[in-house]
């Protein structure tokens, strides 16, 4: 568990704690078996290379999984994900390391909540965002 983070140790422009993934093909069955998710190109490597794919490729709600975890595994345990949202843009493949990242694009109060906007985006080894988002999340004060 992480050390609290507070609303008023934020700042626009900030930048968020970086997450680093490491996606197997073993996690893809796994998340196919979780998910009910069974569509072959998450997992079996000639089926996903027969439909002109570079082999196995991350299911995209997994993704969007690894951006909710970047968020909740800063701010927890007070903190609350409000909303998170993200495209897919591109594919990302086990074996190569996933970077979550982000940055603070607004702090704020409404009705009474300490919010803050972030964009968010998962990047592949060649530093592209394959997965860019946003998401809002609520701080405690002290």
């Known amino acids: 568990m992480s050390k609290q983070i507070y609303w008023s140790e934020l700042e626009e422009g900030q930048e968020l704690p970086t997450l680093v993934k490491h996606p197997t ?3 893809l069955v796994m998340y196919a078996g979780a998910s009910g998710d069974y569509y072959e190109i998450h997992y ?3 089926y996903a290379i027969n439909n002109n794919l570079p082999g196995p490729i991350l299911h995209g709600a997994l993704k969007n999984a690894f951006l909710g975890q970047l ?3 800063w701010i927890s ?3 609350v994900l409000r909303k998170l949202g993200c ?3 591109g594919m990302d493949v086990p074996g190569d390391t ?3 990242k982000g940055i603070i694009t607004r702090k ?3 009705n009474g909540c300490h919010l803050i906007d972030c964009e968010i985006w998962l990047e592949n080894p060649n530093g592209e965002k394959t997965t860019p988002g946003t998401a809002t999340f609520e ?3 002290k």
């Open 25 to 27: 093909t073993r996690q």
């Open 44 to 46: 079996d490597k000639d």
């Open 71 to 73: 968020i909740t595994e």
């Open 77 to 79: 345990p007070q903190g």
């Open 87 to 89: 495209q897919y843009r």
């Open 98 to 100: 996933i970077l979550g």
């Open 108 to 110: 704020y109060i409404s």
């Open 139 to 141: 701080l405690p004060i």
